[in-house]
């Protein structure tokens, strides 16, 4: 998320954001008008069970391509501008809220600007950024966190409570009951300029404890014997079934 608290229209304040342009952000459709045919007064039956169609809403997706792997994202409304899916751009505006308080960047400016360079991560990006954290198997060769080694896919289980700030992050070892061995931070969980990151609940990870995920991380920097080491994940969790 960029940081909103510089950036919030309604101070008249202005930024840049960079990324690829993304899919429609789809919302659920508006509930269908009650009842059948001329005059009828008799109330449509929905299944309990059944998913709400969705339908595309007036943002699209501006996509992080520097962390996350696709995971990050911001909704955007282009407004008259006009981009291609899969484009580069660079969108001049600024942080808005819209009638349902969801952050959009309400863009004033677009430029196409070079792709970036290509990734080397093996797993396959999200169809769209989210922060719900879908299940999933081990991926092939992962090992547990206390043995991995720089760029690993590896596999962990949160042993501490969530990390108090953005930036402090999450107390992982190989399974609940053991020793801290790392403070994991997760893409997008970078500490926010002065603290006011602004950010909602669906731009934040939910992770639980007894439970195992599995995700890449990038470099293991270790900060003393006492100390646990510090991790950057480079792809979202995965809860393993």
Known sequence: VIDRAQLLGRRDQHGVAYGRIGPPVMIPA?????GSGSGSATPAVVAPTAKPELVASAYVWLIDDTEGNGSL????????????????????????LDDGRRWYWKVDSLQV?????PSDLKEP??????????????????????????????????????PANDGDGWAVADELG????ALLVLPGERATYGGQDMRA??????LKKAQTYVLRIGRIRVRGP????????????????
């Open 226 to 241: 006492d100390k646990p080491v510090v991790i950057h994940a480079r792809t979202a969790p995965v809860r393993v079934n």
């Open 30 to 34: 508006p509930p269908a008008a009650a």
């Open 113 to 117: 600007i070079p792709p970036g360079p």
């Open 125 to 162: 990006p999200p169809p769209e950024p989210n922060h719900a954290i879908p299940n999933g198997n081990l991926t092939p060769g992962a090992r547990t966190i206390t043995v991995a080694r720089d760029n690993d896919a590896v596999y962990f289980q949160i042993v501490g409570p969530p």
């Open 73 to 96: 994202g911001i909704r955007v409304a282009l407004g008259a501008k006009q981009a291609k899916l899969g484009d580069r751009v660079a969108l001049g505006g600024a942080w808005h």
């Open 201 to 206: 609940v669906d731009e934040r990870w939910q």
């Open 178 to 181: 053991d020793t801290v061995y």
